[in-house]
């Protein structure tokens, strides 16, 4: 018998990372249609981000660089579904694209690695820490201003094993990552929120689709309300504050009862400077995507005019 073609493609990456997170959702997937794994494949795609390992994004184009190709793929029906991880997705969707679900979210704490100190206190003066997020790079710089930031790039296993080589004597992974691929083994502190504000929609993934293909099962399925409820503030304050490779910027949202607050930062890229604001809004209602992504434009607006200038990396 000639086996069936598969009914539902979904676009992914080809790191470890992106094949774990892009198996859950093909397992998902399946379930919520009621298809088995063959029906559901998973269709590897080398983006120029994974391309580029020696520099940082925000040098050779930003991280839309992680979702092009992918895109491009949805876009000529070489794919269905495209799995990315939220905060590398670009704020503007391109025309005749649209996230139709977006998961529980993971966990969207910043992780600290390093073989010789238990904690980002415990850093000696000078200490190198590794890192390719201007974000990062600013919040450690405003916290320590003696650390020496060294560049580092590469897949999670590639970061890990350099930290374990004494590369560097530390280095900052988001936690979501390392969760998900089973390395939390690795982490010796999980970082406060509030020192180290998580980047819009980190620990989260984006189911994409082209805007004429939403009528599926697995879109309610798999999307989590409170979940997309965060990100939608979070990314309203990326969308007023050019949240991109040249701008630390953080934002991050939770729910607890019936409010819902963001708290979103821009920072300059020393850490000489620190802008912030935070807000609230009820949640007991339905349909509350726009007002939460009012809420995130209305406060990043904020912090942008305190900034002003001063938080673009040159």
């Known amino acids: 018998m ?6 539902i493609r ?3 990456r080809r790191s470890a990372l992106a094949l ?3 198996g859950m959702m093909q397992r998902a997937v399946a379930a919520a249609m009621d298809l088995t794994l063959e029906q559901v494949v998973l269709v590897e795609i080398v983006t120029t981000g994974d391309r580029i390992q020696d520099r940082r994004l925000m040098e050779v184009g930003g991280k839309a660089l992680f979702t092009k190709e992918i895109e491009e793929a949805l876009l000529d029906g070489r794919i269905d579904i495209a799995v990315h991880s939220m905060k590398d997705v670009p704020a503007e969707q391109p025309p005749g694209l649209t996230i139709a679900a977006i998961p529980e979210r993971e966990d969207a704490r910043d992780a600290f690695i390093s073989k010789d100190f238990d904690d980002f206190d415990a850093l000696p003066h000078g200490a190198r820490l590794g890192t390719a997020s201007l974000r990062r790079q600013a919040q450690a710089l405003a916290l320590r201003p003696d650390l020496n930031i060294e560049m580092l790039r590469g897949n999670i296993d590639t970061r890990l094993r350099r930290a374990a080589d004494g590369e560097f004597d530390a280095i900052l992974l988001a936690a979501a990552g390392l969760n998900r691929l089973g390395r939390t083994e690795a982490v010796r502190q999980y970082l406060s929120v509030d020192e180290f ?5 980190q620990g989260a993934l984006a189911l994409q689709t082209r805007e004429d293909d939403t009528e599926h ?18 990314r309203g304050a990326m969308v007023a504050l050019e949240g991109s490779c ?21 920072l300059a890229p020393n850490g000489t400077a620190r802008w912030r604001r935070g807000g609230t809004m009820a949640v007991a209602d339905a349909n509350l995507t726009d ?3 009012a809420l995130g434009e209305h406060l990043g607006h904020q912090v942008h005019v305190a900034a002003g200038d001063q938080s673009v990396a040159v």
């Open 2 to 7: 000639v086996p069936s073609a598969p009914l």
């Open 10 to 12: 979904i676009g992914t």
């Open 20 to 22: 774990a997170q892009s």
């Open 197 to 201: 504000l998580p980047a819009p929609g």
């Open 217 to 234: 099962a697995w879109i309610a399925a798999l999307n989590h309300a409170p979940s997309a409820l965060c990100i939608a503030a979070e």
């Open 246 to 266: 040249r701008t630390a910027v953080g934002a991050h949202a939770v729910i607890e009862g019936d409010a819902l607050t963001l708290t979103t930062e821009m």
């Open 291 to 293: 007002p939460a992504r």
